[in-house]
Structures are given as C-alpha cells and as structure tokens.
C-alpha cells in the first residue's frame, strides 16, 4: 500500500510536468473558455447543442489573435468562479462585470463591453408609464442623478415582484437599492424568469440591457419592453471582462492586448451590433 503510494505521486508528478513547464514558460497553446450558455444573446446554446452568441464569436476571435486553441465549455452561472480557482478551465467570458467583490477572488482583463441594466415590464401598464421612457444614469458619476433615478424606480415598482439572477450584479443592485420597495425573486438562469415573468408570476424582471433586448426579441414577449432608468457604474461594476486566475497575469497581458487590438480595428462594435444591435464597446 505504502509502495502504491509513492507510485501514485510519482505518476502524478510526471502528469503535472509538461503544466508545469508551460506554465513557467508563460506559453499558452490552448486555452479553455468557460461560458454559462443560457444568457442570450451574450452566449446561449443553440440548435444541436452549439454555443452561440457575442462572447462566443468574440472568444473565437480573440483566441485567433493570441494565436492559440480556442476551447469553450459550458458552466453554471452560480458555480463559474469556484471552477475557475479549481483550474477545470482558463478564464470565463460570460457577461460577468469587473466589481471589486470579484476582484478579491478573480483578475480580470480590461473590459471588452459596457452595457447598463434595464426593467423590463408589460407594455402600457402602469409600471411602464410610472418607469418612463429609457435614460442612461451611471452610479458613480451622476450621483445626484442617479439618486432621483433610484427613487422613481422605487416608486414605480413599489410593491411588486421583480426576478434578478442570483449571484449577479443586478441581483446586488436589486438587493441594494430595491429592497424593502419591491419583493425581489431569485432566479438560477435568466431564462428562468423569463418564463415565469410571461406567465405572470412576477410583475418585472431586471438584467443587463443588451440580455433583455435579446428576450424582447422573441415572439412571446411582444407585449413587454423596458423602461425607466438604465444605471451603470457602482455595484454594476467597470464593464464586462475576461475573468483570469490572479496566478495567470501573462494570460491576462495576452487578453487585454488581443481586446484592445478587437476594439481598436472594429470588431467588437461589429459584433456588438450584429447581437445586440446596437454599440456596447467601453468608452476610454
């Protein structure tokens, strides 16, 4: 049993050498991408099980840049960071936004898009008329704007039920300045309250703009738009990044070159605007 053992280290030491090498020699030929695959039209799974959307085309193409093998791989949204820190994959691109609670855990690149959230209600209801028509409010550099913005949308949804996602910015958004006012419902994936939100078991739900724009452009939302206030900043974080290991910072300088190359030439307005339609690529 004794000798098993050391046989067992031994195998497993000669396992782990070419990561090791690889690793000290900051060379990366494949890299593995994890995406939750239910977040339309950031990345969702399509016909035949193929992931599609924005960050999948634009993983592709940043993996091109970087001259390496792109692999992407699904992962639930509520277990994305703990596989990442457990090393089953390299870095996540799932519209999950730079906030200073994840970068306790987890780098990030610089940001690769700049979306505020949204509230999507029914059309003509009393909400969508006391909300009012889309304006953009950032956090942290419109505070007094802001704090009006808050306070109207308090007031419109006063009493209602919202679905949020858990564990995402939005839910700590809701958590933060909603709570008290309205019943906040959590939801694993955003297609969860989509569901329940047509099947009128709650009055609204709140997410990322772009991510509602998508849900609005299916036939059983026709009757639902967004509307009131649109906030950035704060809580909602610095944009939208890779996440990256604190031990990856080459992976990290390869992210942040290829991004800034994507921003620089085009390409993630152009992709922007083919899934979102409309421009997400961060400012400055």
């Known amino acids: 049993m004794k000798r098993f053992g050391h046989l067992a280290f031994a195998a497993i030491g000669i396992a782990l050498a070419p990561a090791l090498v690889h690793a000290q ?13 239910a977040y339309v039209p950031w990345n969702f799974t399509g016909a035949g099980g193929k992931l599609e959307g924005f960050e999948i085309d634009l993983a592709n193409d940043l993996c091109g840049r970087m001259k390496v093998k792109c692999e992407i791989v699904a992962q639930d949204w509520d ?37 505020g959230n949204g509230v999507v209600v029914e059309k003509n209801s009393d909400a969508e008329k006391a909300l009012g028509p889309v304006v953009r409010v950032n956090l942290t550099t419109q505070a007094a704007e802001a704090q009006k913005a808050l306070e109207k949308v ?10 949020v996602q858990v564990s995402s910015t939005h839910g700590n958004f809701a958590d933060q300045y909603l709570k008290g006012a309205v019943d906040i419902r959590e939801y694993k994936t955003t297609e969860q309250y989509d569901l329940d939100l047509v099947a009128g078991r709650v009055d ?54 290829a991004i800034s190359a994507a921003i620089s030439d085009g390409t993630v307005k152009r992709l922007s605007e083919k899934w979102f339609k409309l421009d997400v690529t961060p400012q400055g």
Do not use: H, N
């Open 154 to 163: 308090r007031t419109a949804l006063k009493g209602k039920t919202i679905g």
């Open 204 to 257: 609204a739900v709140l997410g990322d703009a772009t991510a509602l724009q998508g849900t609005l452009s299916k036939p059983e939302f026709k009757d639902y738009a967004i509307a009131g206030p649109s906030f950035s900043g704060g809580v909602l974080g610095r944009g939208v990044g890779v996440g990256i290991r604190k031990d990856a910072q080459d992976l990290k300088g390869m992210f942040d070159t």
């Open 79 to 115: 277990g994305i960071i703990p596989a990442l820190q457990a090393k089953k994959y390299d870095a996540i691109m799932a519209g999950m936004s730079i906030t200073d609670k994840r970068l306790e855990v987890i780098d990030f690149s610089r940001a690769y898009a700049d979306a």
């Open 25 to 37: 020699e900051g060379k990366w030929s494949t890299v593995r991408i994890a995406t939750e695959g």
